[in-house]
Nanobody
């Protein structure tokens, strides 16, 4: 059974940092492209960052460039999202997703598996 479990969310003050982790089980993540998405209250789920299975290609949404970094550790079957200089508008539920093969940025319905999400709240 393919499964992703996110962790690392929480309450942080504006300007603070968090590192989210997404651990895969039931499959080897090194053969999967991965993406981080977030869903703010009352809004649709939107892409935050993606990385190809090879790790040679990655991308971050324009509004987040320079603040968030995606990385992966295939030996640990884990993908990370380092979030720095957090803003109140970064608040939301963050999900990771995986799709077999290479590439980056896929339509949401093309992912093979999604995690259950982790809440990030940026507030003073």
């Amino acid at each position: 059974q393919l499964q992703l479990v996110e962790s690392g969310g929480g309450l942080v003050q504006p300007g603070g940092s968090l590192r989210l982790a997404c651990v895969a089980s039931g499959f080897m993540m090194e053969y999967y492209a991965v993406g981080w998405y977030r869903q703010a209250p009352g809004k649709e789920r939107a892409g935050v960052a993606c990385m190809s299975s090879s790790g040679t290609r990655s991308n971050v949404a324009d509004a987040i460039k320079g603040r968030f970094t995606i990385s992966r550790d295939n030996a640990k079957n884990t993908v990370y999202l380092q979030m720095d200089s957090l803003l109140p508008e970064d608040t939301g539920v963050y999900y990771c997703a995986a799709r077999g093969g290479d590439g980056c940025w896929f339509p949401r319905n093309e992912y093979d598996v999604w995690g259950q999400g982790t809440q990030v709240t940026v507030s003073s």
